[in-house]
């Protein structure tokens, strides 16, 4: 890929992010970066036990910094967490320097993939 730029996967919860995030990065063979994975890795939490031992704002600004230190990089594919782009500062950041795909599902479906999940 010959672009100066990441490809930044957006979306809802169970949109299918990370999965299509690594589909593409196999097939174009560049590097694929989990925000979520990432945030798990430096916490040694879940994201789910970030939200219940330490709350949503400890969470999200976590998930600020290693967003934003992420997207430095260039040509690599990113899966953003579900709800890092309601963040002014990491929307910004990929509007202005980065490739951004929406994946959108009609809420039906979303809930029919997340409403049994355990890390959700």
């Known amino acids: 890929m010959n672009l100066n730029k990441n490809l930044v996967f957006l979306g809802m919860m169970g949109s299918g992010k990370s999965s299509i995030g690594n589909l593409v990065s196999r097939k174009l063979d560049i590097p694929f970066i989990d925000i979520d994975s990432l945030i798990v890795e430096n916490t040694g939490m879940s ?12 969470f999200r600004n976590i998930e600020e910094k290693i967003t ?3 997207l430095k990089k260039i040509k690599n594919v990113v899966s953003l967490g579900g709800g890092a782009f309601i963040n002014p500062t990491i929307r910004k950041e990929i509007l202005l320097n980065h490739l951004s795909f929406w994946l959108y599902w009609d809420e039906s479906i979303l809930i ?3 409403k049994n999940s355990k890390k959700r």
């Open 47 to 58: 994201v789910l036990e970030i939200f219940e031992k330490k709350g949503e704002s400890y």
């Open 68 to 70: 934003l230190k992420s």
């Open 112 to 114: 029919k993939r997340i």
